[in-house]
């Protein structure tokens, strides 16, 4: 068993959020400045896509150069004028990628190469507390945890390595922390910046 140890992503993500009801039955009504303004709904939800950059401590191919897809949906619930909570459901794909070049050290000649992939499919459950600024800024901190539903690893090139996918196998489950920012843009659109690593 093995498992990419540091696990770091940095995520964007674009959402938009419609109004429920309180308990008291009353409607949104949307201020100038920012979504919550003049609010008296505890209950928001909506879909949510975005894009992942990321990388995998450790594997000698550093930079978030493996771009994945992610998106789903989620429910916010306010708890106080600037604090609230959100749990998404989500679709995300991460991994590693890299290239590697091969120099004879007497010639200087280019005598090869090879492409590293590593790719990561997993559905996330992130629960992530929000801190309201009372203007268009939030701030977020929490945990997402991950179930991994397929993986695939594959070295290409000149010479090609293959590996095994029943002898190198990943553990099934992450646990990421997470801290980021969120940005209403206007409307119920939203853009989130959020970077997460591997706990386990």
Request: include cysteine.
């Amino acid at each position: 068993m093995k498992f990419p140890i540091g696990l770091m992503v940095l995520c964007f993500l674009m959402s938009t959020r419609s109004e429920g009801q309180d308990v008291d039955g009353l409607m949104k009504i949307l201020g100038p400045d920012h979504f919550f303004e003049n609010s008296e709904l505890r209950f928001y939800g909506g879909p949510e896509i975005g894009c992942n950059f990321t990388q995998v401590d450790g594997d000698a191919y550093s930079g978030y150069s493996k771009v994945g897809l992610t998106g789903g949906g989620l429910v916010y619930v306010r708890f106080s004028e600037n604090t609230g909570v959100a749990m998404e459901l989500i679709y995300s794909q991460k991994g590693s990628k890299g290239v590697v070049n091969y120099t004879n050290p007497y010639t200087g000649l280019n005598q090869g190469f090879q492409t590293y992939r590593l790719n990561l499919n997993y559905v996330e459950v992130p629960i992530v507390l929000h801190f309201e600024t009372g203007l268009r800024l939030h701030y977020e901190i929490g945990l997402s945890y991950g179930q991994l539903i397929s993986s695939k690893e594959a070295v290409d090139g000149d010479p090609g390595v293959y590996i095994d996918p029943d002898t190198h196998r990943f553990i099934q489950f992450d646990l990421e922390g997470i801290a980021g920012f969120e940005y209403h843009l206007g409307g119920d659109v939203f853009f989130e910046g959020r970077f997460q690593y591997s706990l386990t």
